[in-house]
């Protein structure tokens, strides 16, 4: 997640890390659920049941949220909410 903060893509991270892409974008997904969770005013404890992390990783991305909250990380946190973040779906009017 910092590696892309940093300005990274996931087949950068990937390499870089010796990960999966896959997993990867996995990594980041799960920080742009848990950020757009807090943000709507959830609790750690609900935001830990309604994703499946573990309590660990949900303290370790909200400590990343504090870190990258600034006005200089806006630009990369929306285009995590918008890569990362199943929107719904809008039937279009006919």
């Known amino acids: 997640i910092e590696l892309y903060f ?6 950068q991270i990937a390499a ?23 943000e709507q005013g959830y609790p750690k404890g609900a935001i830990i049941r309604i994703t499946a992390l573990s309590p660990r990783t949900v303290r370790e991305h909200l400590a990343l949220d504090v870190r990258f909250r600034g006005p200089e990380h806006q630009y990369v946190r929306q285009t995590l909410a918008q890569r990362f973040l ?9």
Do not use: W
């Open 6 to 11: 940093r300005g990274l893509q996931p087949a």
């Open 16 to 38: 870089y890390t010796a990960h999966a892409l896959t997993s990867v974008e996995r990594y980041l997904a799960d920080f742009a659920r848990v950020l757009e969770l807090y």
């Open 86 to 94: 199943k929107t719904p779906y809008e039937p279009t009017e006919e």
